[in-house]
């Protein structure tokens, strides 16, 4: 029942920022855990920042000091900020929480970076 839905992808040049949303509905309690995982063309879909309701975060190398992750737990809404855009990041952004042992998914947010 839980639904996660993206806003925020779009075009941006090298150097330039996106901030990203996700809010979760069909649910009352805090979600413990919620991420962003993305998946460029022909690559595998990897992790790129998780936070748990209590604030601790973690975030993939490649994106440490550009992409910041932040919550508001009170509507289950993650944020991505992201600064310092590289033609790397470019990929399909989905938001992701698990609940009570099954993935929850968003339907994806395109982000383009030009080179």
């Known amino acids: 029942q839980v639904q996660l839905v993206e806003s925020g992808g779009g075009l941006v040049q090298a150097g330039g920022s996106l901030r990203l949303s996700c809010s979760a509905s069909?649910?009352?309690?805090?979600?413990?855990?919620m991420g962003w995982y993305r998946q460029a063309p022909g690559k595998q879909r990897e992790m790129v920042a998780g936070?748990?309701?209590?604030?601790?975060?973690r975030y993939d190398d490649s994106v440490k000091g550009r992409l910041t992750i932040s919550r508001v737990n009170t509507k289950n809404t993650i944020y991505l900020e992201m600064n310092n855009l590289r033609h790397e990041d470019t990929a399909v952004y989905y938001c992701?929480?698990?609940?009570?042992?099954?993935?929850?998914w968003g339907q994806g947010a395109q982000v383009t970076v030009s080179s």
């Open positions: 069909g649910i009352s309690e805090s979600l413990y855990l």
């Open positions: 936070m748990t309701s209590g604030g601790n975060a």
């Open positions: 992701h929480a698990p609940l009570r042992g099954r993935a929850c």
